[in-house]
T-cell receptor, first 113, second 119 residues
Framework: NAGVTQTPKFRVLKTGQSMTLLCAQDMNHEYMYWYRQDPGMGLRLIHYSVGEGTTAKGEVPDGYNVSRLKKQNFLLGLESAAPSQTSVYFC????????????FGPGTRLTVT | AQKITQTQPGMFVQEKEAVTLDCTYD???????LFWYKQPSSGEMIFLIY??????QNATEGRYSLNFQKARKSANLVISASQLGDSAMYFC????????????????FGSGTRLSIRP
């Protein structure tokens, strides 16, 4: 089992460029999440999904879109990157919503110049 | 609104001593879950321990225990016999257990405590 993988690991974008971050999990989890982590802060939930074909907004969804076309994949898109989106992005998955732990990917470090 | 507060930005502890990392939370929900995660310098998030709001006993996982005081809304992490490998950022988090697709509740993380273990 690879667990949760994220592609790419690092990326530098110019303001206004677009990109898609890919998250994949091989644990057959229903729930998947995208977080961002800024220096000195905890993780903030961007979007999440409770199953294939579903997505919902988290705490800081503005400027991001997501899609869950396949159960194992959760994509995070930035249509027009801004310097404020410079952050480390974590994907996570879990079997259920309640007490199950979330399994995190290794993170993607994104810099927008 | 839900909120997690970790008041200790950084702590230094001597190896083999026990350490308590503070976490207080605020929620109006009756059903919720509390988590602790460890983030070493390598960056990955590692799940440590979970406590449900209806659990009567404090959760324990090896050297980790969660001191859950519901009336005080605190969920402190206790690490016994600290080791050099325990040096990391530690995050407390809360999830609404009744949440789900239709819920506006969020998964909330605290700002973290950086724990440094001295040899």
């Amino acid at each position: 089992n690879a667990g949760v993988t994220q592609t790419p690991k690092f990326r530098v974008l110019k303001t206004g460029q677009s990109m898609t971050l890919l998250c994949a999990q091989d644990m057959n989890h229903e729930y998947m999440y995208w977080y961002r982590q800024d220096p000195g802060m905890g993780l903030r939930l961007i979007h999440y999904s409770v199953g294939e074909g579903t997505t919902a907004k988290g705490e800081v969804p503005d400027g991001y879109n997501v899609s869950r076309l396949k159960k194992q994949n959760f994509l995070l898109g930035l249509e027009s990157a801004a310097p404020s989106q410079t952050s480390v992005y974590f994907c996570a998955s879990s079997y259920a919503w309640t007490q199950d732990e979330q399994y995190f990917g290794p993170g993607t470090r994104l810099t927008v110049t | 609104a839900q909120k997690i507060t970790q008041t200790q930005p950084g702590m230094f502890v001597q190896e083999k001593e026990a350490v308590t990392l503070d976490c207080t939370y605020d929620t109006s929900d009756q059903s919720y879950g509390l988590f602790w995660y460890k983030q070493p310098s390598s960056g990955e998030m590692i799940f440590l321990i979970y406590q449900g709001s209806y659990d009567e006993q404090n959760a324990t996982e090896g050297r980790y225990s969660l001191n859950f005081q519901k009336a005080r809304k605190s969920a402190n992490l206790v690490i016994s016999a600290s080791q050099l490998g325990d040096s990391a950022m530690y995050f407390c988090a809360m999830r609404d257990a009744d949440g789900g697709y239709s819920s506006a509740s969020k998964i909330i993380f605290g700002s973290g405590t950086r724990l440094s273990i001295r040899p």
